[in-house]
């Protein structure tokens, strides 16, 4: 199960799939995430215009989705503790840790704004450790658990990509540390780096577990199944950017050979996921025909593509191998075609709602 849909063996638990509030998913947030890491990569590669629109759609959408957040919190605060003791979606949360922190990194690397990227950097830092031990803890002291192949899925790895996110932003916010505690900072971000590789390999063995030793069905592989590369993909990153921040840190260059070859191992990692992952996409929906709709969780699916082209084009830089640019540039118009698909499919399913409460409003209310 690689996606952030309900487990099988919790559906008696699990929240009504109604449309509506009530039901929004805790992973909303990946549309944050996914719009910022190609900005950035857009920023890199493309157009710095494309870069600034996609600035100013996550300056719009990340209050907008904490405003319904929060509303939801207070009017279906029943339906948000059903998810968050819920091993299929209570993982979702942690794009509220990542979108803070990539949007850290878009303000940083799109606009130049340090103060901002700063202040998001301490928003990812208590959100992480806030989300990180509530929810670990709930699911582990609940008396009822799904068995490990109903309850195991790749969104898993958000809690992966949530402490990566923090080092990522981390990392690139070092040069401007004062010199008293730039290497406390540095230590931090090491940690971080390294503490979320570790809960990578854990999960991800697992995850391959369940792959290779459980029967798979289509629907098994929800959208955000990305995710198991764009783990990988940000842990990558995270150790170029530790790399590049080698110069500012007396930390981090005794330790370059290593974290420069943990990189690599992260980026190959990503790489390798890749045509794994094409590959059974194409059985999902070419041979076992499984419909290709628009669902708010392929935003979970859009995010890999952009954080691999980041983290390319740093590796590039973090190894000086320039030659690793000719998979980056490819790879950003794969990553912004998937976003505008995306986009479309969101602003359809949009305009559906509204034509359907439209239809509704003009029947007026049911005769009694």
């Known amino acids: 199960m690689s996606g952030l849909q309900p487990p099988r063996g919790q559906a008696a638990t ?4 109604a449309a509506g509030l009530a039901t929004l998913h ?15 990569a857009a920023s890199l590669l493309l157009s710095a215009t494309i870069a600034r629109g996609l600035l100013v759609f996550n300056l719009v959408a990340y209050p907008a989705i904490w405003a319904l957040t929060l509303v939801r919190a207070v009017r279906y605060r029943s339906q948000v503790v059903a998810d968050l003791v819920h091993h299929g979606r209570a993982v979702g949360f942690f794009t509220t840790v990542a979108a803070t922190s990539v949007l850290g990194s878009q303000w940083l690397v799109v606009a130049g704004a340090t103060r901002a990227a700063f202040a998001l950097w301490i928003a990812g830092i208590v959100l992480w450790a806030l989300l990180t031990y509530t929810i670990f803890t709930v699911l582990t002291v609940k008396r009822q658990k799904p068995s490990l ?7 898993w790895l958000l809690a992966v990509v949530a402490s990566q996110s923090v080092a990522v932003l981390g990392a690139q916010l070092l040069p401007g540390w ?12 090491l ?17 391959f577990y369940r792959y290779t030793f459980f029967p798979m069905s289509p629907s ?6 990305w995710i198991n590369m764009g783990a990988a993909a940000i842990s990558a990153l995270a150790g170029a950017n530790l790399v590049l921040a080698a110069p500012s840190s007396v930390v981090i260059r005794e330790l370059l050979p290593f974290v420069r070859g943990l990189a690599l191992m992260w980026w190959a ?3 390798w996921w890749i045509p794994m992952l094409v590959s059974l996409g194409v059985w999902r929906h070419v041979f076992s025909k499984f419909p ?13 593509l952009g954080m691999y082209t980041v983290a390319t084009v740093r590796m590039s830089a973090a190894l000086d191998v320039t030659r690793l640019l000719a998979i980056a540039r490819p790879f950003v118009y794969v990553a912004l075609g998937a976003w505008c698909l995306a986009a479309v499919g969101l602003a359809g399913n949009l305009l559906g709602k509204l034509s359907t409460g439209r239809r509704r409003g003009a029947l007026g209310p049911p005769a009694r």
């Open 14 to 17: 699990a929240p009504a799939p």
């Open 26 to 40: 805790p992973a909303i947030f990946a549309l944050v995430m996914a719009s910022g890491i190609v900005s950035i």
């Open 149 to 155: 192949a109903e309850g195991l899925n790749g969104g």
């Open 178 to 189: 004062e010199p008293a505690s730039r290497e406390a900072a540095a230590v931090f971000c």
């Open 191 to 207: 940690a971080m780096w390294l503490g979320g590789g570790m809960l990578y390999i854990w999960i991800i063995g697992l995850i």
């Open 220 to 225: 098994d592989l929800a959208p955000p199944y």
């Open 269 to 271: 990692t990503a790489s």
């Open 292 to 304: 290709l709709r628009y669902d708010p969780l392929y935003w979970g699916a859009v995010f890999p």
